[in-house]
């Protein structure tokens, strides 16, 4: 079983920059496809940007050159680095995980985190 953990979400203003970071435990974090997704009220949950297990990433068309993903193995922790924030940024960020590969439908993740909250204001 695994579990996350975000973390590093506030308010910010438009143009600033945050850094969220997802810690696993449970399991063997290397085999693990983790894929950032959100939700804003009223929209369904959209995949941001996401790493499988041999480190390729994928973004939201959305967030391309302004978000970043990386992983650290030795601390078992993903990280989103996320630049030039835009209001419609503003969602509840989750981690989640699944094995090897990423997928775009979150019904196909085992795992979540809790969420964390990012509000940018305008």
């Known amino acids: 079983q695994v579990q996350l953990v975000e973390s590093g979400g506030g308010l910010v203003q438009a143009g600033d920059s945050l850094r969220l970071s997802c810690v696993a435990s449970?399991?063997?974090?290397?085999?693990?496809?983790i894929t950032w997704f959100r939700q804003a009220p009223g929209k369904e949950r959209e995949l941001v940007a996401a790493m499988n297990s041999v480190e390729s990433t994928y973004y939201a068309d959305s967030v391309k050159g302004r978000f970043t993903i990386a992983r650290d193995n030795a601390k078992n922790t993903l990280y989103l680095q996320m630049n030039s924030l835009k209001p419609e940024d503003t969602a509840v960020y989750y981690c989640?995980?699944?094995?090897?590969?990423?997928?775009?439908?979150?019904?196909?993740?085992?795992?979540w985190g809790q969420g964390t909250q990012v509000t940018v204001s305008s």
């Open positions: 449970g399991g063997t974090f290397s085999n693990l496809a």
């Open positions: 989640a995980a699944r094995p090897l590969r990423v997928l775009v439908n979150p019904a196909s993740y085992d795992y």
